[in-house]
């Protein structure tokens, strides 16, 4: 009998072995795919930013709150979907706090662009150069138009043609004011224009573009609060009736009908969100 268990018990040990490395080439080359996605979007968001971090350990910070917050929370609730879900916002983390980093960047580099253009006419309307125009301008202005200013008077002292060197800033910052601002050098450039009553008028539409931004952004806030309200009003419902009736309310979180009613809820919720914020939106 034991003869006959041999070969089966062997089979079984391989095809475990099989199994195991299988799995554990798959987890590792998911995890170096992870990585390298993690490094290509973070780091690049992160240079563009002028934030200098090492991306390998903020990686490795990221892995280490995964699994701390996926164990804390699974063994405080005992419920898989909780865990998961806590994964899934830890997970989200770094990128949703790169695009907080970045929108608050580009608020302060939309406020500064009407000054830098002036700058830089004044500058020339004194006799300088645009390359010494925007030099100046750089050196005169703090982070991040200053930086940026400068990174673009950098690349033409080691060679980069001027085109080349506002095409480079308008990829940096992919907004609608920095485009007009390259665009009205580039033309001024091509065609012989007056440049510094080109920028001078382009710092007026500027301010006057920002004044009204402002005003529709006062009269929507009331608009975007009630959003918020409307989205996390259904959470916090949901927390207190777990706190007063907690065995009515497990089945949300253990069955599978329970996970697809919080499915439909939170889908329904974002797509309000989502609607209710291009309400508000008007673009200028």
Not at 86 to 99: F, T
Request: hydrophobic share 55%; with cysteine.
């Amino acid at each position: 009998m034991t003869a006959e268990l041999i070969p089966t018990l062997a089979s079984v040990f391989v095809a475990v072995a099989l199994g195991a490395a299988a799995v554990a080439a798959g987890v590792s080359g998911f995890a170096r795919r992870w990585r390298e996605r993690f490094g290509a979007e973070l780091g690049l968001g992160l240079q563009q930013s002028f934030i200098y971090l090492d991306v390998g350990r903020l990686f490795r910070l990221n892995l280490g709150a995964l699994v701390l917050v996926g164990l804390g929370v699974g063994l405080a609730s005992g419920e898989l979907i909780v865990a998961l879900v806590a994964l899934a916002v830890v997970g989200c983390v770094p990128s949703a706090a790169l695009a907080w980093l970045r929108s608050r960047r580009t608020a302060r580099l939309l406020s500064q662009l009407p000054d830098a253009a002036m700058l830089v006419a004044g500058a020339v309307r004194s006799g300088a150069s645009l390359p010494q125009a925007i030099a100046q301008a750089s050196r005169e202005l703090t982070s991040p138009a200053g930086r940026e200013l400068d990174l673009v008077a950098r690349e033409q002292r080691i060679g980069v043609s001027l085109d080349a060197a506002m095409a480079h800033l308008e990829r940096r910052v992919p907004i609608e004011e920095v485009t007009l601002l390259v665009a009205a050098i580039r033309l001024s450039q091509e065609t012989g224009g007056n440049l510094a009553e080109t920028l001078e008028r382009l710092a007026d539409a500027l301010r006057r573009k920002a004044a009204i931004e402002g005003k529709i952004d006062a009269l929507t806030a009331q608009g975007r609060l009630q959003g918020w309200v409307m989205a996390l009003l259904p959470l916090a419902v949901a927390v207190a009736l777990f706190a007063i009736e907690p065995t009515a309310m497990r089945p949300l979180l253990t069955t599978w009908p329970g996970w697809l009613v919080c499915a439909a809820v939170l889908a329904m919720e974002l797509l309000g969100l989502h609607w209710i914020r291009r309400i508000v939106d008007i673009d200028v």
